[in-house]
């Protein structure tokens, strides 16, 4: 849209320059030359009576109709003091520029850094002093100042060359904290040996530590944690004794817990009837066959390479048992002939008809081959019922994991591994679904734990048929929610990475996403993690479960960065799930497990 509409404005703009051309060029190129002292190699003017600048000037290209000066290269000709104004800044089709390895030195004429056309700005190694300037030409692509003597502050107006590419500003007296700026399209940055301070902002933290280097005073992901606060060895100790009794309590809730699961085998119920009553206080009777009318229009359709051997009628006649009610509608174990189990979704408020619906499913089966989304088996539609059936995951969900009532501690290896796999779940939906499928529902209780315990994200690929939005079925589920969802809908791939960051952060921190009022107040996850690393408690954050563990410390706090980095306020600035997963496995890459 944007693209329709720039043309206009680059006539416009070029209209007062129309009396520019080749001579105004040259004489800005002479008088440069003129005014700047510098070495034998570059000899200009009326040489051999050729008078083409564009032909017989050292480092001079032009357009190919030979009208203006689009390249001036004079890498190494000994230039000498400043650049001056009203010279190579008056050459206002100028697209590269390099003065590189000279002694240029002062500041950096106005002229040359509002010139419209320039795409490459190539002035290292000279001896420039200034500050760096705030403006820069808008389209740079290429801007690279090292090996100078820049100082004062990166300018966080740097952040509108929304086409930078290539960033090189080491080797010079940089200092002060990097803006938190995001370039969608840089590929190369340095800042190395600068006297920057303060932590990398997010959106750089894709770069090799080598970008960064001799900043002694820089932390955060891909260098050292900004902590300052250590795990104290009273802590250590402390949790190591709380471990102890860990394990006798351990075995205490394994013995409970198998008594139980006998008296539940008694509960389940054969049903085939819908009873909208279901008693209240029993356990809840389960029934999913209510509106099913099977005919040939209305039939239990299968994906290819299910490896499933049941009809709709062993499907109505299982045992179930309530395992979940969502926003999406009620979810059931269904054992069938004692041998299968699956899990049967029964959606309520299913907006579109039954094309689209098939056309959705075909879209929730493609998405989810992979090891980390849990697959879409089988589908039902009818007028009254629309039932999903997929695989049943014995370990039950990472939110009973977390905060289930009969709970067992687990170690942080295993949350790695969760969260890890998570991640390239997300990641996969995302890629695999083009550029504005999402997930919707991201939350502990959609991540199922494999028998491998990695995490498995369910419930895909259900917002476009359900009435928009799930509702939020408790506050529970609203502390995952993006915050420009409460704005409006526009629901992106961005908010499925806000909903991760917030269960990232619940897996390092044991805590439910919204906490209980604090002072009249609900608190959400996030926003209590960032004020209590703003106070520098970072240690205290993390889950107390964790602290028995030894040497883990950085790489929880890297992966606390990861996760606040997701569930910055504004979309742009969080990373694409792809990335998340990136930094992620670095993570796991630089501090192997001991
Ligand atoms: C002068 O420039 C023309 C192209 O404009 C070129 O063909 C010619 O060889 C040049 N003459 C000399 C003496 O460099
Ligand atoms: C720039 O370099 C010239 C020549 O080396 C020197 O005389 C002048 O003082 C320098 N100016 C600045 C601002 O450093
Ligand atoms: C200018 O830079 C060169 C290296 O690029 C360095 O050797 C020289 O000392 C610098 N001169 C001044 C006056 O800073
Ligand atoms: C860049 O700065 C570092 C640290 O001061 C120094 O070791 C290195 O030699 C510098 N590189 C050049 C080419 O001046
Ligand atoms: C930079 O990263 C590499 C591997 O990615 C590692 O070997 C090296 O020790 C790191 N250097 C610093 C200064 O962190
Ligand atoms: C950044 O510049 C420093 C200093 O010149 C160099 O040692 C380092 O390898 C560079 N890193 C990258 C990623 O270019």
């Known amino acids: 849209m944007c693209e329709t509409y720039l043309p206009i404005i680059v006539i416009l703009s070029l209209l007062p320059l129309t009396y ?54 004079l890498p190494a000709v000994g230039l000498t003091g400043p650049i ?49 300037p705030a403006f820069f030409p808008h389209h740079l692509h290429i801007l690279d100042l090292s090996f100078n003597s820049f100082t004062g502050s990166i300018p966080s107006n740097i952040q509108y060359l929304t086409r930078l590419t290539r960033l090189y500003l080491q080797n010079n007296s940089l200092s002060g904290a990097i803006p938190d700026v995001t370039f969608l399209k840089l590929k190369h940055m340095n800042i190395s040996y600068n006297k920057l301070k303060g932590s990398i902002p997010f959106s750089l933290q894709t770069f090799p530590n080598s970008s960064f280097l001799g900043n002694p005073s820089l932390c ?57 009553t279901g008693g209240r206080g029993d356990k809840p009777r389960a029934e999913y066959g209510g509106g099913v009318v099977e005919n040939d229009e209305n039939k239990l359709v299968f994906f290819e390479g299910s490896c499933y051997n049941f009809d709709l009628e062993d499907l109505l006649r299982a045992s179930a048992e309530v395992i979940g009610k969502g926003s999406f509608g009620t979810t059931y174990k269904a054992v069938m002939g004692g041998l299968t189990t699956v899990v049967v979704k029964r959606l309520n408020q299913v907006v579109v008809n039954k094309k689209d619906f098939e056309q959705q499913m075909e879209v929730i089966e493609r998405v989810g081959q992979h090891q980390n989304v849990v697959p879409l088996r089988a589908f039902f539609y009818s007028e009254d019922e629309k039932l ?11 939110m009973a994991l977390l905060h289930g009532a009969d709970r067992i501690p687990f170690d942080w290896e295993t949350r ?31 991540i199922l734990i494999d028998q491998d315990m990695d995490g498995c994200v369910t419930d895909t690929g259900l917002v476009p048929i359900m009435n928009s939005l799930p509702a939020p079925s408790s506050s529970q589920s609203l502390g995952y929610r993006a915050p420009e969802l409460f704005e409006n809908q526009n629901y992106s791939q961005k908010s499925d990475v806000y909903s991760f960051g917030v269960l990232l952060l619940e897996l390092l921190t044991g805590k439910q996403p ?28 993390f889950d107390d479960e964790l602290m028995r563990f030894h040497n883990i410390e950085e790489e929880m706090m890297q992966m606390l960065q990861i996760g606040l980095g997701c569930v910055v306020r504004v979309p742009e600035n969080r990373p694409a799930m792809y990335e998340v997963v990136g930094m992620m496995e670095q993570v796991r890459i630089r501090s192997p497990s001991d």
């Open 20 to 73: 520019a051309d080749l001579s105004s060029d040259k004489k800005a190129l002479l008088d440069f030359a003129a005014a700047v002292p510098h070495g034998p190699k570059l000899k200009w003017g009326n040489n051999n009576g050729n008078t083409s600048i564009c032909t017989s000037w050292v480092g001079i290209k032009c357009t190919s109709d030979g009208t203006r000066v689009i390249t001036v290269r």
């Open 514 to 541: 919204i906490q209980s009022p604090v002072r009249g107040h609900m608190v959400d996850l996030p926003r209590w993690v960032q004020s209590v690393v703003r106070e520098e408690w970072t240690s205290e954050v």
């Open 388 to 398: 999903l059936v997929y695989d049943y995951y014995a370990a039950g969900s990472l």
């Open 84 to 132: 001056p104004p009203n010279t190579l800044g008056e050459l206002d089709a100028l697209r590269v520029l390099s003065l590189r390895s000279n002694y240029l030195n002062g500041s950096l004429p106005n002229d040359l850094l509002s010139l419209p056309s320039l795409r490459s700005l190539f002035l290292q190694h000279n001896n420039f002093t200034s500050n760096i």
């Open 416 to 446: 790695v591994k969760i969260a890890v796999g998570t991640a390239r779940g997300i990641a996969h939906i995302h890629s695999t679904g083009g550029p504005t499928f999402t997930h919707g529902n991201i939350k502990s209780s959609n």
């Open 220 to 276: 955060g992901l891909p260098l050292r944690p900004c902590s300052k606060k250590k795990i104290t060895l009273w802590a250590i100790v402390a949790f190591a004794i709380v471990g102890g009794v860990a394990v006798i309590l351990l075995v205490v809730i394994f013995v409970f817990c198998c008594l139980r699961k006998v008296g539940t085998d008694e509960t389940r119920v054969q049903i085939r009837k819908p009873n909208p």
